[in-house]
């Protein structure tokens, strides 16, 4: 296929995946990581670039858009005084830890086995979107102590082999010790830039052989990837949220909290070869 042809494809492909995942960043209030993982996996491979390295780039150039939305959100939360800055300061060093550690393992892992991680998690976020119930409770106040410095580098390091910001685990993880969910949106978004800048540091230094590897992709970051689908959600998450205002987003969060399951069961299919 011809260069030019491929790059063209490409970015139509990309510019698709990034509307889509800004109106379901408004609509929904979903993070974009967990559907720019899959949409990107499928859409290299299509295009001829399925090898052992795939996952790897799929999730840096996730975790590299997050940077900007994370920061872009946390900023925002942080004007109408919505961020716990007492959190926030509390688990960064376990997260920011968790996420380096995601990221060198991440580096040694195949594609089959990142898809394999990748389904079985993006199945358990997808049930709980579907079924979680704002009433559970695990206790009254977040972790501290021994239980939060076992509980944060996980939270950085699964988010990271997710290729993932701070909303699928920290918000959950928020609501269920009490927070109202506005200040645990607000929070999680903080999560996601403690987990995203320190992990795209890293994944720059990963060596991705050129021959698989789509154009313009440096360490394991796609840099035309990163750049459409932060265009493209910018354009289109102000849609989202008018979308969001003028229907209830409840049943259509069930609608896609399936669609996540579906996406993910059929990853998991893929790297167990079926």
């Not at 995946?17 to 379901?24: C, E, K, P, R, V």
């Not at 109202?180 to 995203?196: D, K, R, W, Y």
Request: glycine letters at 14%; proline letters at 6%; one cysteine or more.
């Amino acid at each position: 296929m011809p260069e030019t042809a491929l790059l063209l494809q490409l970015t139509a492909l990309l510019m698709s995946i990034g509307a889509f995942a800004g109106i379901l960043a408004g609509l929904l209030g979903v993070g974009g990581g967990i559907v720019l993982v899959a949409a990107f996996f499928y859409s290299f491979g299509a295009l001829g670039y399925d090898s052992p390295s795939l996952m790897q780039i799929c999730l840096a150039t996730s975790l590299a858009t997050i940077v900007v939305t994370s920061v872009r959100s946390v900023l925002s939360h942080n004007r109408k005084g919505a961020v716990d800055w007492a959190v926030l300061r509390g688990w960064a060093p376990g997260i920011g830890a968790g996420a380096m550690i995601g990221v060198v393992v991440a580096s040694m892992l195949d594609s089959v086995v990142l898809q394999g991680i990748f389904g079985v998690l993006g199945a358990m976020v997808g049930l709980y979107m579907a079924f979680g119930r704002d009433g559970w409770r695990l206790g009254a106040v977040m972790p501290t102590g021994l239980r939060r410095a076992l509980i944060s580098p996980g939270i950085g390091f699964l988010s990271v082999l997710m290729g993932i910001g701070g909303g699928s685990f920290g918000v959950p993880l928020m609501s269920l010790y009490g927070k109202p969910i506005h200040q645990a949106v607000a929070t999680a978004s903080g999560f996601g830039v403690l987990i995203a800048l320190p992990s795209v540091l890293g994944f720059l230094l990963v060596q991705i052989p050129p021959e698989v590897r789509p154009p313009l992709t440096m360490g394991a970051v796609n840099l035309p990837a990163f750049a459409i689908v932060i265009a493209m959600t910018l354009l289109t998450t102000p849609l989202g949220v008018r979308m969001a205002h003028a229907m209830d987003p409840k049943p259509l969060k069930r609608v896609f909290a399936l669609f996540l399951v579906l996406v993910a069961l059929n990853m998991l299919r893929k790297a167990v070869g079926g």
